[in-house]
């Protein structure tokens, strides 16, 4: 398997990943559940492992279509500007919440612990539809 396989068995798991990381945390305010907060904190951080991977098979992936009919050098630049900042984005966000797993992983996550993750996984989910 080459990396542009990678890339292409790979690169929607972190675009339904941010959707389920919505839904995680939003679940896991509502219901008031600390287990609940930490799966969707260590959801996150592997969705945020599997987005750098994709982002790094991209070089490759691209190299395998740009010269193919109807691929455009502009297409091809928006997308990855767009992966970029988006990668960024959930490493970031990735990061945060294994930290916060961490401090939490022994003790009860507090509630707002839940929002903000709410609130990371719609920014991040944002920029996966963009």
């Keep these: 398997m080459?990396?542009?396989h990678l890339h292409l068995l790979l690169?929607?798991?972190p675009?339904?990943?941010?959707?389920?990381i919505v839904v995680l945390f939003a679940a896991a305010f509502l219901l008031k559940e600390t287990v609940s907060t930490k799966f969707a904190l260590a959801f996150t951080a592997g969705i945020a492992v599997v987005a750098v991977i994709v982002y790094f098979t991209g070089g490759a992936?691209?190299?395998?279509v740009e010269n193919l009919a109807g691929v455009s050098e502009r297409a091809i630049?928006?997308?990855e500007e767009a992966?970029?900042?988006t990668t960024i984005a959930?490493?970031?966000?990735?990061?945060?919440?294994a930290l916060a797993l961490l401090i939490v992983r022994s003790r009860r996550a507090p509630r707002w612990l839940a929002l903000a993750g709410l609130i990371?996984?719609?920014?991040?989910?944002?920029?996966?539809a963009w």
């Design 2 to 4: 080459s990396t542009v």
């Design 11 to 13: 690169n929607h798991i």
């Design 15 to 20: 675009v339904v990943g941010s959707l389920l």
């Design 61 to 64: 992936a691209e190299d395998a």
């Design 77 to 79: 630049s928006n997308h």
């Design 83 to 85: 992966a970029e900042l």
């Design 90 to 97: 959930i490493g970031i966000f990735g990061v945060l919440s």
């Design 120 to 128: 990371g996984g719609v920014a991040v989910s944002g920029l996966m």
